[in-house]
């Protein structure tokens, strides 16, 4: 075998081909380096003096499905120049490291279609040794986000685990990318990222975020430029709540056939006219419970009216038609809208934004949606700074089905 096969192979240069070996399964190459080439490991200095040597093995690419080792025999070296006496370097491995450069290369291209596990199954080496290959990789690139360029963002928290977990995430809308995750779901989790944000003079147009009181005050706190939209999500899902408890009360009230119908139509209320299934009925199911209660009925068909804000064809327009609804809730006597329509009162600034920015932080409940898949392939990570960076990376991350 030509010494130039371990460079075009597995990228070895500056070392000669000895001899090869076989056996137990594997394939063995072992090299040398020559002694003109021998350099200081600490000032660079190639006046040393040979003082042994130490034989190491590291793993590079397999060939044909077998394991391949490379076999060198590592030169401890003194140097004339600072008086230090220690092993050379190996140029084609990381220090303290059994594998070659090329090999950590695979695992890692490895890991963006397949999990740790199956990853170290197919290469033959434990789990450990791929997680922290991959974990120093993520560190390379994603350990700290690059802020400067960051124009819109959205800020959310996700349930991570068990025992009431919780993350906050914030997104890079216009990349995907996420670019901070913090412990908690408090204005304290974010005190970092704002932080990091004035250092990298980013100058951030609008974040979309909920209606939490946390996050408004820290956003007006730390961006006071920005335009602050209230996600359509999440405003939809909190009159959805408030039309579930006023079902209960109504179904509560009620007797014999009123009650047994109010029962069953729960997630038919919720859920949107078009999306009732026809072959089941739910269309008809839902008129005769709302023809069974005036206020139930008021409640459900101006919830399908608050849908419409968000269509309207200028923000002029989305003013007018949102008091024009604040004032319909308010008329219907019933306090659920009334108290609702208090809320889209004091936040409608916030609202009334997305006609500026039309942002949400549906990309964002897609990320989320995405980290607890990545837990639950995993079963969970007791290393927190590895899932971190996984969650920086997942803008980057593909899973295919291998086997």
Known sequence: MSTSILYHGWGIRGYRYVRSEFGGGRIVYVIAQEDWRLRCPACGSRRVV?????????????????????????????CRECGVVRQAKVAFAEERRSYTHAFERLAVDLCRVMTIQDVAGHLGVSWDVVKDMHKRHLGRRFARPKLKRLRQIAIDEIS??????????????????????????????????WRRLRRSGAKVKAVAIDMSPAYIDAVRTNLPKAKMVFDRFHVVKLFNEKLSELRRQVQSGAEGLAKKVLKCIRWLLLRNPENLDEKRNEKQRLEEALRLNKPLA????????????????????????LKDWMARATASGIQMLAKFARTLWIHEAGLLAWYDFPISTGPLEGTNNKINTLQRRAYGYRDQEYFTLRIYSLHETKYALVG
């Open 160 to 193: 991570v685990g068990h025992g009431q977990r919780y993350l906050t995430v914030v997104l890079d809308l216009v990349s995907g990318a996420v670019v901070f995750v913090g412990k908690g779901k408090s204005a304290e989790s974010l005190a970092p990222f």
């Open 50 to 78: 040979c003082r042994g040597q130490f034989e190491r093995e590291f793993k590079t690419l397999p060939i044909g499905g077998r394991p391949v080792v490379i076999r060198l025999p590592i030169q401890r070296v003194e």
């Open 298 to 321: 008021t409640a459900y068909y101006l919830k399908e009216d608050l849908r419409q804000f968000w269509e309207q064809p200028d923000k002029p327009t989305a003013r007018r038609f």
